[in-house]
């Protein structure tokens, strides 16, 4: 779908694919089926809070007066609060990686479980905040596929009063990223990668298999 192929970052109609060194070794090891569950969590983990970092390179800022303890300096602050919002199971693993880069970030939980014959994501959980305007909003998932988890939570966020919703994935078909853009115009995606396509029961090729189970 897009070639980057020699760049570290490409962003093309607001999908952004990051390519960085650390977090596509990373990638390697979680693709890698011999990959233990407890490597498999602790990596997923490590390899989100760079992605949330690409992510977050601009948010917007306010100017801030600081009284260091030799003088007063100028900085900046984050305009607004985020709210990370993992999709149960497989983001709690990216849960920990987000809260390392900003643990004063709120959380709200979305469950949400793919009905495998259908490929139709079902809900089970909504711990989200009721009211989101003042929010920045990161919905995390490692697996785009069909993109129906992700649509279906990010229209829960929108009738909750969320601007801006910044899909964070490790993983994406370019059959999930094409439903995703389509409904979420205007809003921003990030991936570590594109794979090639999705197989006849809905799973990302070559991917990583099923990223709840390898997790927990
Ligand atoms: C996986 C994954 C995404 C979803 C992606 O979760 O973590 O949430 O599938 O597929 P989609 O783009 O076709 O909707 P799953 O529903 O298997 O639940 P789990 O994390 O509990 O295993
Ligand atoms: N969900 C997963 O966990 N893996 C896939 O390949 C597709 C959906």
Redo the contacts with the bound molecule.
């Keep these: 779908v897009f070639s980057f192929a020699g760049h570290l970052q490409v962003t093309v109609k607001n999908v952004t694919i990051i390519n960085r060194p650390v977090i596509q070794s990373k990638l390697g090891e979680l693709r890698d089926v011999k990959t233990p569950h407890a490597d498999f969590r602790r990596l997923l983990g490590e390899v989100s809070a760079p992605l949330i970092y690409e992510a977050t390179c601009d948010l917007p800022v306010k100017s801030r007066r600081i009284q260091t303890p030799l003088t007063k300096a100028e900085g900046v602050a984050l305009s607004r609060e985020v709210l990370f919002v993992p ?4 983001a709690l693993g990216m849960l920990e990686g987000a809260q390392a880069l900003l643990p004063e970030a709120r959380v709200g939980f979305i469950g ?3 009905n495998e014959d259908t ?1 139709q ?1 079902e809900w089970y959980l909504d711990k989200v905040p009721r009211r989101l305007g003042r929010f920045e909003v990161l919905l995390l ?10 649509i279906a939570a990010g229209e829960l966020l929108q009738q909750r009063g969320a601007k801006s919703i910044r899909f964070v994935h490790l993983l994406a078909a370019p059959e ?1 990223i094409r439903s995703l853009r389509k409904s979420f115009p205007d809003s921003l995606i990030f991936t570590a990668a594109i794979d090639s396509h999705l197989n006849d029961v ?1 799973y990302i090729v070559p991917g990583l298999g ?4 390898r997790c927990f």
């Design positions: 999709i149960l199971r497989a949400l479980a793919r490929l994501p998932d490692p697996m785009l596929a069909t993109g129906g988890s992700a999930g809905g099923d990223a709840g189970d």
